[in-house]
């Protein structure tokens, strides 16, 4: 009998509101998350640009120019070899697709034109970037993560030392030097990616593929790649040290910290980038 017994009719209106409050709710609790990491990110920065120019400025207070030696070459002499091997098969592969839209209007020749202006405005600094981040950005917040796993972190404040200052400034100042310095190695390596391939494929020689690279290249587009440049190891770096230092849980938290670090910078660059091209279009630059 109590099979057959009538069911509660369930109010639609009740449900629907019930569904949305609770989505509401679970909104802002992402919200909530989402605020408090960019502050956290905001008062990092703070600290690391108030320590730079207390070293820079301040006669006390000095740059520990070997730490900064041992990060420039750990963050960007040792990616070298991956960005000349990525930048160049860009340029390769860039040359072949223009090509034949390229040659259909009579227009072989201008693929210089295209390869340079990508590679200087765009793709030289984004994907040093990008190869940076999972090279040097995951490696940079492993290390600190298991420093602070260590209780390494909690001994250098016992001494007196500041984290910031002999953890986070040495690394993001490395960061920022040597991807600009890398996102020009980039520009070179994938302009003579496109080079050796117009002259072996497209029959295009090698002068006639740097004078039109010439013409078509002016100064804003070399600057305006640098600054990117310099704005993105900032974000890669300020991202690898607060994940870094905020990693709990053990080697599973280490491991936590070292994916977020790579997949929220690939994230973040993509955007910033992308503020930047609408800036520099509405700027004209």
Request: hydrophobic share 55%.
């Amino acid at each position: 009998m109590s099979d057959l017994a009538p069911q509660p009719r369930v109010n639609r209106l009740v449900a629907a509101i019930t569904a949305f409050g609770q989505a509401v709710i679970i909104g802002g609790q992402h919200a909530r998350s989402h605020v408090h990491y960019i502050g956290g990110l905001g008062y990092l920065l703070y600290d690391t640009t108030v320590w730079v120019l207390r070293c820079l400025f301040l006669p006390r207070q000095k740059i520990g120019w070997p730490a900064l030696a041992s990060q420039m070459v750990r963050v960007g002499v040792r990616s070298i070899g991956i960005i000349v091997l990525v930048q160049s098969f860009i340029g390769v592969i860039l040359a072949l697709q223009l090509a034949p839209t390229l040659e259909a209007y009579g227009q072989l020749e201008r693929v210089a034109d295209v390869v340079g202006i990508a590679m200087f405005r765009e793709l030289g600094p984004l994907l040093a970037a990008i190869v940076l981040s999972g090279f040097a950005g995951a490696s940079i917040a492993a290390e600190i993560g298991a420093m602070v796993e260590a209780e390494e972190i909690k001994a250098l404040r016992a001494h007196a030392l500041n984290p910031i200052r002999f953890l986070v400034m040495p690394r993001c100042l490395a960061t920022v030097i040597m991807l600009i310095g890398l996102t020009v190695l980039s520009d070179v390596v994938g302009i003579l990616g496109g080079m050796i391939t117009s002259w072996l494929v497209l029959d295009i020689g090698p002068r006639k593929y740097l004078y039109f690279t010439q013409v078509a290249l002016v100064y804003r587009d070399f600057i305006t790649g640098l600054v990117k440049a310099g704005v993105f190891g900032l974000l890669i770096s300020i991202i690898a040290c607060y994940e870094g230092l905020n990693v709990s849980g053990g080697a599973v938290g280490v491991g936590r910290a070292t994916t977020a670090t790579v997949v929220k910078s690939i994230v973040v660059l993509i955007a910033t980038d992308c503020v930047f091209t609408a800036m520099f279009f509405l700027f004209k630059l």
